[in-house]
């Protein structure tokens, strides 16, 4: 049974509310809430540390923003599984990594983490995140390298997973 334009809506909605809100949300309130059963204060606040954490959150957002419209502008799609871009992107932030929405939702919660000066959410809940993401992201890639086949091995090869190289290599 085809879903009506009104599901489509309707789920893409509650992904974004759990990726954007719920999965945060347990990520900083199981950090701040181990810190608390631990006994554990959170780290003392620096300007540095400030800094840093508003310019990984600037980066962050800038990525998220960047892809979400280079999946639209490049491949009439959204961020939705339901509403998937229509070609391979390759372009824009696609260059840089073949996941930078991703990226850049880690650089956001890292930046939150930061912020709140949670050891454990730093120590803990978020590489549990992070794995979470990695596993995610891996099964995104096989369902990606069945629909665009030889094209998608190649732009595998070419583009790095998440993390942007420093310097580009030659093709």
């Known amino acids: 049974m085809p879903l009506f334009h009104n599901d489509i809506w309707r789920q893409q909605i509650g992904a974004t509310l759990l990726y954007w809100g719920l999965l945060p949300s347990l990520v900083l309130g199981l950090g701040l809430g181990l810190d608390r059963l631990l006994g554990l204060q959170p780290q003392p606040n620096a300007p540095w540390l400030i800094t840093i954490s508003l310019v990984l959150l600037a980066a962050g957002l800038t990525l998220v923003c960047w892809s979400t419209s280079d999946l639209h502008r490049f491949g009439a799609g959204t961020p939705s599984p339901l509403r998937p871009a229509k070609r391979l992107i390759m372009e824009g932030s696609y260059r840089l990594c073949r996941h930078p929405m991703f ?5 956001m919660l890292l930046a939150a983490i930061l912020l709140l000066r949670s ?11 992070l794995i979470w993401s990695l596993l995610l992201l891996r099964k995104e890639e096989r369902i990606l390298a069945l629909r665009f086949k030889e094209e998608y091995r190649r732009y595998q090869h070419e583009v790095p997973f998440l993390l942007p190289r420093l310097r580009r290599t030659k093709p």
């Open 103 to 107: 990226l850049g939702y880690d650089l």
């Open 119 to 129: 050891t454990t959410a730093l120590m803990v809940s978020y590489p549990l995140f």
